[in-house]
């Protein structure tokens, strides 16, 4: 399942997210790495080092774009520049899906930088969808949706998240980005079984996974990207290749960042999981068929 017409039919493998500490090794050691994702918003300019950089490596690598402020889930209307900026940059890395937030986080043109929850209603999921749909159609690549981790709810909420993240990409046509150490993060800060989420979304939607970690407080836990993911994400990240079949897979590490080296065998791993994820998988369909046939 893992080239479907939610990523542009792209079976990728496992990449990382391309940061600037790494640019030297990348750019004068070439490693061997499956792909790079890239944070738009970093290369849409018109030139300088930035698309520099970018040109040298995607001579080399394939790269795909996850974007960090479209907003789908704000009531302004999508801005017009930001996906004509957005567009150019597609045409020069050929991303064959581009991923950003289910969040909102702009009011009347002012722009918080932040990934807002939102409230899980009917109407905000028709909206929300509305503005995937178009800029889908103003783009023409297809685009994943990410779910994102909250440490607030709201009390007008009609549904849960993973219901909410179903209705919105269905309603859009649209695909997942999921993100399951968001899921562990929001799952730990609102008391909620987050394998009840991964069992129950739209899984043949996945166009890609997410792994990261994060930080541990008193009262809650903070996705901060500052280290490897603890073994209970990798463990749902295992039981999500169960359910969607090998996907794209990525690691994102932003603060903290240690060697190429070191982020590339962390992301590395999933490769353990999704053979042993696939295994199981394979294991139990036979069984189910062995009881049918009897």
Not at 1 to 9: D, I, L, P, S, V
Not at 46 to 66: F, M, T
Not at 71 to 80: I, Q, V
Not at 275 to 294: D, F, I, M
């Amino acid at each position: 399942m893992a080239a479907n017409r939610f990523n542009g039919y792209s079976d990728l493998g496992v990449g990382i997210g391309l940061r600037i500490p790494h640019y030297r090794h990348i750019l004068s050691k070439k490693p061997t790495c499956d792909w790079f994702e890239i944070i738009s918003e970093n290369y849409m300019c018109d030139a300088g080092r930035p698309l520099e950089v970018l040109d040298q490596i995607l001579e080399q690598y394939k790269v795909v774009q996850h974007g960090v402020s479209i907003y789908f889930g704000s009531t302004d209307p999508l801005n017009r520049e930001h996906l004509k900026r957005l567009k150019n940059l597609i045409k020069r890395t050929k991303t064959p899906f581009l991923s950003d937030h289910l969040c909102w986080g702009s009011v009347d043109g002012t722009y918080s930088h932040d990934l807002l929850p939102m409230p899980y209603t009917f109407a905000a999921a028709k909206v929300t969808a509305r503005k995937v749909r178009e800029a889908q159609d103003s783009l023409e690549v297809p685009i994943c949706v990410e779910n994102v981790s909250s440490y607030a709810e709201f009390h007008a909420s009609e549904m849960t998240e993973w219901e909410f993240l179903s209705e919105v990409v269905e309603l859009a046509d649209c695909g997942i980005l999921l993100d399951v150490n968001n899921i562990y993060v929001s799952s730990m800060n609102h008391t909620f079984n987050p394998y009840d989420y991964l069992n129950n979304i739209p899984h043949d939607r996945v166009g890609q996974i997410h792994v990261a970690g994060h930080s541990k407080y008193e009262k809650y836990i903070l996705d901060t990207h500052d280290h490897a993911p603890i073994d209970p994400v990798w463990q749902m990240y295992g039981r999500a290749i169960e359910l969607c079949g090998r996907t794209n897979t990525l690691l994102e590490w932003d603060a903290h960042i240690p060697s190429f080296d070191e982020v590339h065998e962390t992301a590395l791993k999933a490769n353990d999981f999704i053979a042993r994820s696939l295994k199981n998988g394979n294991a139990r369909q036979e069984r189910r068929h062995a009881t049918v046939a009897v």
